[in-house]
């Protein structure tokens, strides 16, 4: 081996550390600069939510600007209380989730880990995953609405999330996909995507509900079948999700794009 090969795979090995080192403390590391907490702020935005009057307190320093015009717009009463009466409470409970953690609360724990020798409960079990698609779109929709992009991204990630530790697509969501979106949408592309690669394109059939779609999702998926070609029957060929999520799904207008966080970011949604 030559001098200078050597030093350059010592150099590599040495960067390698310490990268290693810096997302291990990243994962398992307690301290942090106070900058990097969470942007409370001494701020609460009170809602009153649905028809029932849900009052839903939220840290005003963590809503997305477009997020607190969209609240803006339903008139502050009394100067103290937005009211969301169209909304749901569970959805702003689930977004209020999100907006604390990060995480997307679609996970109904008591039916998705039924006991193993219960045979009514695996029916269950897959109700549940199957009323989580349904509840992984109405919060997508949701978050088209407040435009949320960080929200919406994240929904789509827990989409792809679940198709992957599942090894199953959802086949009966079309309309619900369809019918609150348009063309390019975000969702729909991966929706005719996963019919597409994961599919290939049998969801369009029998017994599938999603055969009797609208005409525009079956046109989509026949035309993805033939842009995409023999590569959905390679085992070899990786889903397009896998290799660039965030170019083919994820919407960057205001939040920096992945992998970027220390881009400026700027605000185009300025009326
Ligand atoms: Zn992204």
Redesign the pocket.
Known sequence: MGRTKFHDLQAELKKTKTEFEALKREKEGCRVAVSEGLGLGDHITVLSVGHNFESIYLHTGLIPVQVQRWIAGHGLVNGLLYPLIEESADMLRLYRLFLYSGKIGSKDEDIVRPSPDSSAHDDEAEEAKDSEWHQLVLMYHFGSKIRDEKFV?KVLDALVEKVQEEDRWPTDLAWDVYDETKVGDALRRLYVDLHVWVGQGSGVNYPYEDRDGPEQFRRDVKVGMIMAGEKVHDPEVEMPWQTQF?ALY?T?FVTP??GTASAEVIDLSQD
Request: net charge neutral; aromatic share 0%; charged share 0%.
């Open positions: 991204n965030c994820h960057h794009v992945c």
